[in-house]
């Protein structure tokens, strides 16, 4: 396994990995099938450094795992990023997460970001323990703010600050 910058040539690749991961998990913001984006506007998104990704590849070059960071893009704002992590099921518990996270936070300090953000559902434990583990904490509980399956759930809003 090794984790790179996500390439032009991944495009169609990175859209089938985030298409599978939403099919395997609840815990993705898309249901199955609602993911719309294009291949082409993805890449464009990343050339012009609104947002970053990074992929984990397996031995065979298949795509298991990505975090992306989509960066403020007002002045007030430019210092953070927003960030979303996916790995394909079979991969969970393998420290797929802690090296993309490594990767991410790397890029990060790089570009002077001084705050990296993100939100998780507040049953997801596993996810909740990673990002605690790689310095994040929770500021806020986002009551009911997603619909899952007919059920409301609530959120954390968590951040870690980097760069200090």
């Not at 040539?9 to 993911?35: H, Q, V, W």
């Not at 394909?88 to 991410?104: E, P, S, W």
């Not at 990673?130 to 009911?144: D, Q, S, V």
Request: proline residues 1%.
């Amino acid at each position: 396994m090794h984790i790179r910058k996500l390439t032009a040539s991944d495009a169609e690749n990175y859209l089938k990995l985030c298409e599978t991961i939403d099919e395997e998990s609840e815990f993705m913001l898309f249901e199955p099938g609602e993911r719309k984006l294009q291949a082409q506007r993805q890449i464009k998104q990343i050339q012009s450094g609104v947002c970053e990704v990074f992929v984990c590849a397996a031995d065979d070059g298949s795509l298991v795992g990505y975090v992306a960071a989509v960066r403020g893009q007002v002045q007030r704002t430019r210092h953070r990023a927003h960030i979303i992590i996916g790995i394909r099921q079979t991969y969970i518990g393998q420290g797929i997460g802690v090296k993309l996270f490594q990767a991410l936070e790397k890029w990060a300090c790089e570009e002077k970001l001084h705050r990296l953000e993100l939100t998780v559902m507040t049953h997801h434990t596993a996810a909740v323990r990673l990002y605690k583990k790689m310095g994040f904490i929770i500021e806020g509980t986002k009551k009911h703010a997603l619909k899952v399956k007919g059920q409301y759930v609530d959120e954390y809003v968590m951040s870690k600050l980097i760069n200090e």
